[in-house]
């Protein structure tokens, strides 16, 4: 029984509600969306996305998709519970600030770095989103951390285009069901072929 990819809900999720994120971080738009998106299509479907890719035995999907899920939402609660005055001064430790924003970024950069590594082994359209989106996360970083406008300006940027590539990748799995091959680039990592092949190889060529 032929069964759907999960890739193309995981990567749609996480590319619009990235890129509505990124044009709020630029005074384009309110907040109001980001949270909208991030709460059911970024959060929830790329979430259960990920389970989905659980069932296909594909771990980094299954990492991935499920993970970033996780961040939306948690994020998007942060900001709704953690921004409401009443409920701060009802419940103080709901309440945080830039420092710990910057903690919970730096967190989640760590385990994109991990991913990146992972991800420069499948073809180069993943691996240069996972570059992007690490460069984003580091931007993001010093933006909270260091209070640096100019990084913060450079990652809602960086990360436009890291949408943009995810939403590419969707592209490419849906429009395979329909004949359309679109170009994902070779691994930046390739294998080395085992010793004897080479040999086999340098006979033949010889």
Known sequence: MKIGNPAVVGLAGFGLTTMVLQCHNLGWCGIAPVLWLGLCFGGTA???AGLMEF????????CAFTGYGAFWISLCLMV???KNAELVKAYPTLAFNANDLGFYLVAWTVFT??????????HATLAFIFLTL???FIGLDLKELAGSALAGTFA???LLICA????????VAVYAESGIKLPVGEAWIKDKAPAK????AEKVAA
């Open 46 to 48: 790329q979430l259960i």
């Open 55 to 62: 069932k296909t035995g594909n771990n980094f999907g299954f």
């Open 80 to 82: 709704i519970f953690g």
């Open 113 to 122: 770095f991990i991913l990146f590594i992972a991800s420069m082994k499948h």
């Open 134 to 136: 690490l460069l984003g």
């Open 156 to 158: 809602a940027y960086d």
């Open 164 to 171: 943009f590539s995810a939403l590419y990748l969707m592209a």
């Open 197 to 200: 092949e080479v040999l086999a």
